[in-house]
T-cell receptor
Framework: RKEVEQDPGPFNVPEGATVAFNCTYS??????FFWYRQDCRKEPKLLMS???SGNEDGRFTAQLNRASQYISLLIRDSKLSDSATYLC????????????FGIGTKLQVIP | DAGVTQSPTHLIKTRGQQVTLRCSPK?????VSWYQQALGQGPQFIFQ???????QRGNFPDRFSGHQFPNYSSELNVNALLLGDSALYLC??????????????FGDGTRLSIL
């Protein structure tokens, strides 16, 4: 089983739709969680951290479920500019970061 | 405030050669991590440097080695290049604070092509 699993998609959604991605992780010692966005042939950019209580940033909501070992990203009112690959990142506990990326979920927002 | 900078942006090498990639972390960051991203895949962790020592290592052979300098900048060296080493190599920096993990910030990457 992969340490971090994501559905690679693609998810094709119309503008204005709400879309959700899940990411599961296998290491129960995982401590920190992030969502990154990667545009084609560009570097990953931090989208948001994921906190235990859940957190929201505009149209984006991230949640963590430690019991089931998954994190989620919800995008409301999708825009064309949201088209990208969304990477789930899990960091194992400890002072030095053991960072694992998911394969990424490709989102295509259609006019 | 300069972000993470990597050089070169593109590189073409042939099998068997050696390559050195460079990275300067974001101002204020002390930790540098290197990743390999093949087409259609997520970044794969190579190793991480902090205080000039390799602290964590992913599942990569010894052909991949690195170094961190006192100014926190870092190099990734790959020896005996194989066709399968063709990828985007990403450098990310962060800082260790209270031994908790901080998000990493990425450079633009070096696109390495092996012929």
């Amino acid at each position: 089983r992969k340490e971090v699993e994501q559905d690679p998609g693609p998810f094709n959604v119309p503008e204005g739709a709400t879309v959700a991605f899940n990411c599961t992780y296998s290491n129960s010692a995982s401590q920190s969680f992030f969502w990154y966005r990667q545009d084609c042939r560009k570097e990953p950019k931090l989208l948001m951290s994921v906190y235990s209580s859940g957190n929201e940033d505009g149209r984006f909501t991230a949640q963590l479920n430690r019991a089931s070992q998954y994190i989620s990203l919800l995008i409301r009112d999708s825009k064309l500019s949201d088209s990208a690959t969304y990477l789930c990142v899990v960091i194992a506990s400890g002072g030095y970061q053991k960072v694992t990326f998911g394969i990424g979920t490709k989102l295509q927002v259609i006019p | 405030d300069a972000g993470v900078t990597q050089s070169p942006t593109h590189l073409i090498k042939t099998r068997g050669q050696q390559v050195t990639l460079r990275c300067s972390p974001k101002s204020g960051h002390d930790t540098v991590s290197w990743y390999q991203q093949a087409l259609g895949q997520g970044p794969q962790f190579i190793f991480q440097y902090y205080e000039e020592e390799e602290r964590q290592r992913g599942n990569f052979p010894d052909r991949f080695s690195g170094h961190q300098f006192p100014n926190y900048s870092s190099e990734l060296n790959v020896n005996a290049l194989l066709l399968g080493d063709s990828a985007l190599y990403l450098c990310a920096s962060s800082y260790v604070r209270d031994r908790f993990n901080q998000p990493q910030h990425f450079g633009d990457g070096t696109r390495l092509s092996i012929l």
